[in-house]
Every structure is written in structure tokens, then in C-alpha cells.
């Protein structure tokens, strides 16, 4: 054998031995980035369970249930899944839920 078939032979060794560690680093990271992004989807979906349920305690006509559903609400609103869509329906709901106490409230004040 001459030396440059044995080059040869040791440049196709090196080049397929880093071919493979390369495959394997690329699919390793392609499944770290699909168990993450599964994580996060279940942990959002557990944010919008605890948002539907902080809602209805908020909806109830029991004025110790509605301030537990509304405190609640801001604690889900620190959470670090709440995104911008997540501020913005925090924050209807909680005009809309303010505004009718304020004014149940005011109709109760306004009839004594």
C-alpha cells in the first residue's frame, strides 16, 4: 500500500466518523428542542385549565370565591407562560369582572 492510499483511507475514517457525531449532536438537539416545546405546550395548557377554572370562581356570586378567582387571575398574569394574547384576555376579563361588581355595588349602595 503507498502512503496516499493510506491518507486516503484515514481522510475517509476521519470523515465519516465525523459525519456520524455530527448526525448524532444534530438529532440529539432536534430532540431536546421537540421535548421542550412539549413541556412548554403542557405547561400552557395547565395555564388555560387554571385560567377557566380562576374564572369561574371570579363569575361567582359568592364575593369570597370571586376575590379568590380574581387574585388568581394575578397570579396567572405573573406567570412566565403569559404571553401578549394571555395579558390581553386577563385584561378584558378582568374590566369585564371588575365592571360588573363596581356596578352591583353601586346598584346595592344606590338602593339602601
Do not use: P
Not at 484515514?10 to 440529539?28: E, K, N, Q
Not at 380574581?70 to 386577563?90: C, F, G, I, P, T
Amino acid at each position: 500500500m503507498t502512503w496516499w492510499q493510506i491518507g486516503v483511507t484515514a481522510l475517509v475514517g476521519i470523515l465519516a466518523t465525523s459525519g456520524a457525531f455530527l448526525g448524532a449532536r444534530l438529532g440529539v438537539r432536534a430532540n431536546d428542542r421537540a421535548t421542550e416545546q412539549r413541556e412548554r405546550a403542557a405547561r400552557r395548557e395547565e395555564w388555560w385549565r387554571r385560567f377557566t377554572w380562576a374564572a369561574e370562581l371570579a363569575l361567582d356570586e359568592s364575593a369570597v370565591k370571586r376575590t379568590a378567582g380574581l387574585s388568581l387571575m394575578m397570579k396567572l398574569a405573573r406567570s412566565e407562560l403569559a404571553e401578549q394574547d394571555e395579558y390581553r384576555l386577563l385584561d378584558v376579563f378582568h374590566q369585564r369582572v371588575l365592571g360588573d361588581i363596581l356596578n352591583s355595588a353601586e346598584k346595592t349602595g344606590q338602593g339602601e
